[in-house]
């Protein structure tokens, strides 16, 4: 029982995220129990790779008590100057891919900057930087992406290592999603990551306390520019280029990262758990299509699924904490 | 306490999966029609589809080598009340948008057909707005360019029927030539309607392919873009009248809004419940993230409508899968200042202007890649700028 409470402790109120996940795959099990070979949880794992790098980089800034609602636009501004700037040409994909680095850097330097410095609110600064890029590339392309992305480019997204017994195939993307997803709980563990959590808890005592909050704030946009750019890699080589990508990625994540039990407003989850909202959202959809319900209905359940999970959640959080009884009993 | 709780609640929720699941694992056949049913109804005219079915047969007037000026059992119209003299003319155009390739690619070869008729000395001035697929804003749009008073001619694409028709009809009572292509307005006070047959020839071509190359019982997934478009609705609503009459199975229709990741996701999806031997779309984009959702799931080849896209007709080509390419013609961007400048002249020009449609088939795909062999992927195949002097550095450098 101690060991129970222990746990349910250490997941922080998270634990709501993990049942759901589980009971999501329980019910793809029912439906459709040909679901668990080896390569459709690779193929699911592989397209729901993106959104858990996504989550793994909006955790950092909501957890530090911002927003980054640029996310999506800039996931689909990255597949549109990567086709336009490979345009089919294989020696291209690398310098093309360090630019796109720089420009997901730079994007969330300019949102950290102009949200510690300019004292702009987070949620403004990134839904400005949305509008931002998402004109600017329809103004650099003429309004539909063109060029075209080349096969080295596509390879993370789409393709991954072969011939591994039992399993098959395991995608690239999978393995890149497990380093950042190890990136992220490591970086959390040091003293960035801690300093990251106390900016969101309380501000005013982090600053007392020392600690450069606009400085990891900032760090936590960079970081989320940067997790928008592996996962434009991503998307862009699972699918290819189109003028849609990315759209309406930002509310899928954020969705994410607050099933995942992390607080709005900062100071409260882990990153663990925000990949594994962002993991039981692509299950979501997945059991839908499993049991075939149709195409109108999805985001009704969808959202009345998610707002039951957070609501169960944040009762469990509500109610106080169970006391270590140190008397033996 | 708390585990009991837990537990509780557990057993609820997975309760109330596996009721959503039962219930609409049993009488899918049944929901789904009904669903899809109920939007078709809304979006079907018998007549209007019977009428477009018929079109597609009938031998258009005109030239076959220049398809964006022939015209499909044309009613003429006499437009010498609009005769201007002196040439110069300008001409103005309000585009509802240039948001998609298929746009993208018609505005370029509308404006090097402009170039032509400039250095002829027909059109002086072409003045251009933008209303970026924003009603409102393309009603500012005509509005400005009417209260102007310096066009001789306007050319509009609408962004929405019902919504821009008011401003189609002060446009009209402004007393110059109106001219409205690809979607319509619900007048025809517009000198001449410039338009492909329309969605139900586009959604039957794509239909009628599968149902004659897929064995009886086959499967068919159906890919939409977005519900509630009358030319894609068209298009869907007239797939379902053949697939209804056919022997194949509609497993299910979807909707992608035309993100190329999003139809893998589905596409693969389905893949993992069970076999699909065909897919419908309602429009192209994406087509190639369809496929390729086979390639990477190990399965055969789907039997497909895509559309003339190139990066389809390419991947068609390469990997000579049983496709067909349903067309709405591109180079319908052409017609209008071409329209313009001969009813400035006081030609003749049909009322109703409906350009012939024509899919791709395997016949003539080489021939169309042969053409378009310089284009970037996101180019349409019948865009009919092969003889305008701009080909092909305009629409490759895009």
New interface residues.
């Given amino acids: ?1 101690t060991r ?2 222990a746990l ?1 402790a250490a997941l922080q109120g998270a ?1 709501t995220v993990f ?2 996940l589980a ?2 795959f ?2 793809i099990a ?3 129990p ?2 668990f070979e080896a ?2 949880v690779m ?1 699911f794992l592989k ?1 729901a790779a ?1 959104l858990v790098v996504l989550a793994a980089g909006q955790y950092f800034v909501v957890v530090s008590g911002n927003f980054d609602l640029s996310v999506g636009a800039l996931v689909g501004a990255q597949v549109v100057i990567a086709a336009r700037l490979i ?2 040409v294989e020696s291209r994909t690398v310098p093309v891919m360090l630019v796109m680095l720089a420009f997901g850097i730079g994007v969330g330097l300019v949102n950290g900057l102009i949200t510690t410095v300019l004292k702009v609110q987070s949620f403004i600064t990134t839904l400005g930087m949305l509008l931002v890029l998402y004109g600017a590339i ?1 103004l650099w392309t ?7 992305l080349s096969e080295a480019f596509r390879t993370p997204g ?1 393709l991954g290592i072969t011939g591994v017994p039992l399993i098959g195939q395991i995608p690239w993307a999978l393995l890149i999603m497990l380093a950042v997803g190890a990136g992220a709980i490591l970086l959390m563990r040091t003293r960035f990551g801690r300093i990251l959590i106390a900016s969101g808890d309380n501000e005013l005592a982090a600053r007392l306390s020392g600690a450069r909050v606009d400085a990891v704030r900032t760090a936590a946009f960079v970081l989320s520019g940067i997790s928008a750019t592996i996962a434009g890699v991503l ?1 862009g080589g ?8 990315g ?1 309406g990625l930002e509310f899928t994540v954020i969705t994410a990262v607050v099933l995942g039990g992390v607080a709005l407003g900062g100071g409260r989850g882990t990153a663990l758990a925000a990949m594994a909202g962002a993991l039981a959202i692509e299950a979501l ?3 839908f ?8 209905l999805r985001p009704a ?1 969808q959202g009345a699924i998610i707002i ?1 999970a957070v609501a ?1 959640a944040a009762r ?1 959080r509500l109610r106080p904490a ?1 006391q270590p009884t140190a008397a033996p009993s | 306490m ?2 009991t709780r ?1 537990a509780l ?2 057993a609820a ?2 309760g109330l ?2 009721a ?2 039962c219930t ?2 049993t009488p ?1 056949e049944p ?2 029609d009904a ?1 899809t049913e109920g939007s078709s109804d809304e979006w079907f005219v018998q007549a209007e589809y019977d009428a477009q079915l018929a079109q597609r047969d009938i031998a258009p007037e005109g030239d076959p080598a220049t398809p964006w000026l022939q015209a499909i059992e044309p009613e003429w119209v006499d437009t010498g009340e609009f005769t201007r003299e002196g040439g110069d003319a300008t001409v103005c155009f309000s585009n509802a ?5 298929w ?2 690619t018609g ?1 370029i070869t509308m404006q090097e057909q402009v170039k032509v008729l400039q250095e002829a000395g027909e059109i002086g001035e072409f003045r251009t707005s933008d209303a970026g697929d924003d009603d409102d804003q393309q009603i500012s749009d005509i509005q400005a360019f009417v209260d102007s008073g310096e066009c001789d001619a306007l050319i509009i694409s609408p962004s929405t029927t019902a919504t821009l028709t008011p401003a189609v009809e002060t446009a009209c009572a402004s007393g110059i030539p109106v001219i409205v292509f690809d979607r319509g307005v619900n007048t025809d006070c517009a000198t001449t309607f410039i338009h492909p047959i329309g969605g139900y020839a586009y959604g039957a071509d794509a239909a009628e392919f599968l149902v004659e190359n897929l064995e009886p019982g086959s499967k068919v997934l159906a890919l939409r873009i977005l ?1 509630g478009v009358d030319v894609l609705e068209h298009r869907w609503a007239a797939a379902q009248q053949i697939f209804g009459d056919s022997e194949l199975e509609v ?5 992608t ?10 596409v ?3 893949l ?2 069970g076999d699909v031997d065909g897919i419908w779309m309602d429009a192209g ?2 087509a ?2 369809a496929v ?1 959702a086979f390639e ?3 399965k055969p080849y789907p039997v497909m409508a895509g559309e003339d896209e190139l ?1 389809f007709l390419r991947k068609w080509d390469e990997t000579g899968m049983t496709a067909i390419a349903p067309v709405y013609s591109n180079f319908q961007w052409r017609t209008p200042v071409l329209a313009a400048t001969m009813i400035l002249r006081g030609e003749q020009v049909p009322a109703e202007w409906i350009l012939p449609q024509e899919p791709i088939t395997e016949a003539d795909l080489d021939d169309y890649l042969a053409r378009n062999a310089d284009m ?3 180019h349409y195949a019948k865009f009919g700028g092969e003889d305008l002097p701009g080909f092909p550095d305009a629409w490759r450098d ?1």
């Fill in positions: 029982m129970v409470r349910g634990g049942l759901l009971l999501t329980a019910a029912v439906v459709n040909g679901f390569p459709s193929a397209q993106p345009d089919g329809r003429g309004g539909a992406p063109t060029g075209d789409r998307i699972f699918a290819g280029v189109s003028a849609q990508v759209e959809f997945t059991l299509n499993q049991m075939a319900l149709p195409a109108t359940v039951a169960y469990r169970p | 708390q585990t837990l609640a557990a929720a997975l999966l596996l959503t699941g609409t694992d899918t929901a789904d669903t948008s240039v948001s998609n390739p746009r993208v505005w519900p497993l299910g229709d979807e909707f809004g035309g993100d190329a990741a999003e139809i893998k996701n589905i693969t999806q389905y993992q419940r984009d994406g190639v993230a390729e990477d799931a190990g990066s970037p992927s996101l895009r």
